[in-house]
């Protein structure tokens, strides 16, 4: 009985672990070295349409068209899509690195798409506005 009692508070105590991480804090950042890296594309005209379109078509689905994490899929993904509004706070290289690497059901998207495209990303993420 007392077996059964200390496996049921272990569980409820994990759950609510689990829980508090997914909630409060992703704890998903870039190594100090990824996340130093400079965006080498200007931030003019044609990389943002360019970082706008790939959006479009790879992210917008999950993190919505305004960034907020909200978009059609979204609410079907773990870990939750991020609301890239908050993202604008993070470094270039930080986003551009997790973009990269991916983390769930978000992919790697250095599988898919070149570093000028994910730089160029890097860019639209960073207009967004909370």
Not at 20 to 33: E, K, L, Y
Not at 54 to 76: F, L, M, T, V
Not at 84 to 96: E, K, W
């Amino acid at each position: 009985m007392h077996l059964e009692k200390a496996m049921t508070i272990g569980i409820g105590i994990l759950v609510v672990l689990i829980g508090a991480v997914a909630v409060f804090g992703h704890g998903w950042m870039a190594p100090a070295d990824a996340a130093a890296r400079k965006n080498p594309l200007p931030r003019d005209a044609a990389t943002l349409e360019q970082g706008r379109t790939i959006y479009a078509e790879h992210c917008a689905e999950c993190h919505g068209n305004s960034g907020r994490g909200d978009g059609p899929k979204a609410s079907r993904t773990w870990p939750a899509p991020a609301n890239l509004t908050i993202a604008v706070s993070h470094s270039p290289g930080d986003i551009a690195w997790k973009i990269e690497t991916g983390r769930g059901e978000m992919p790697a998207f250095r599988e898919k798409l070149s570093m000028p495209e994910i730089w160029a990303v890097t860019h639209w993420i960073r207009t967004f506005k909370r």
